[in-house]
């Protein structure tokens, strides 16, 4: 059984970021209409699968970001 993730009081599970680094853009759980996410984690904390409204996949992140692949630099 894994532990259940707390947060503190007005914590936002997604919010803005600016464009170039981490955001949902670039995650794994982007659904296919790029308006939602499929992470199980996100969808029970958020409430929905919604991303926020009226704002571009690469201007937000949420907590449970995580890469569709990771780029190697040297």
Known sequence: MS???TYPPGHEIIIR??????S???CKFL???EKTCKSKYYIKSHGSNRLLEGVPADSQCSDFYSPKSLMLRR
Not at 17 to 22: A, D, L, R, T, Y
């Open 24 to 26: 949902c853009a670039s």
């Open 17 to 22: 970021v600016p464009k170039g680094g981490s």
């Open 31 to 33: 659904g296919d209409d």
């Open 3 to 5: 532990p259940e993730a």
